[in-house]
């Protein structure tokens, strides 16, 4: 299995760099992804880690790619966010360590009710089929 390389900072585009590095946010509804029903995998786009399938990806109606789960909880780290004066979980690369998005309790309740609400920018999609 080919495993891809981590890409260096002074490879990403500024606005991946201000979200994955700076834990910068995408304007809702503008993203690549946030309207995607493509079927494959999402890898991150800093080191190409395996992180949602499509099979978890619902319309939130946030703006933002949303996800029920991840492919592989050993691909991500939660971790307490308490910037802006807010309480979140921080939905972090475990391979690289970017800043992808943050996970909620308000996502279906059939699912679990968890919703991954990540950046398009810090994703690729793999599609299958």
Not at 37 to 58: Q, R, W
Not at 79 to 99: P, S, T, Y
Request: net charge negative.
């Amino acid at each position: 299995m080919h495993e891809e390389k981590i890409r260096e900072d002074g490879d990403l585009s500024p606005e991946l760099y201000k979200v994955a590095r700076q834990k910068g946010t995408e304007a809702p509804f503008s993203g690549e992804y946030w309207n995607n029903h493509e079927k494959g995998m999402y890898h991150c786009a800093v080191c190409g880690n395996e992180i949602f399938s499509s099979e978890t990806k619902f319309d939130s109606g946030t703006g933002w790619p949303s996800f029920t789960e991840s492919a592989n909880l050993e691909n991500i780290e939660l971790k307490e966010d308490l910037d802006l004066g807010m309480n979140r979980i921080e939905v972090i690369c475990k391979k690289c360590g970017a800043h992808l998005g943050h996970v909620f309790n308000d996502g279906p309740e059939e699912k679990g009710g968890k919703r991954y609400c990540i950046n398009s920018v810090c994703l690729n999609l793999k599609k299958s089929g």
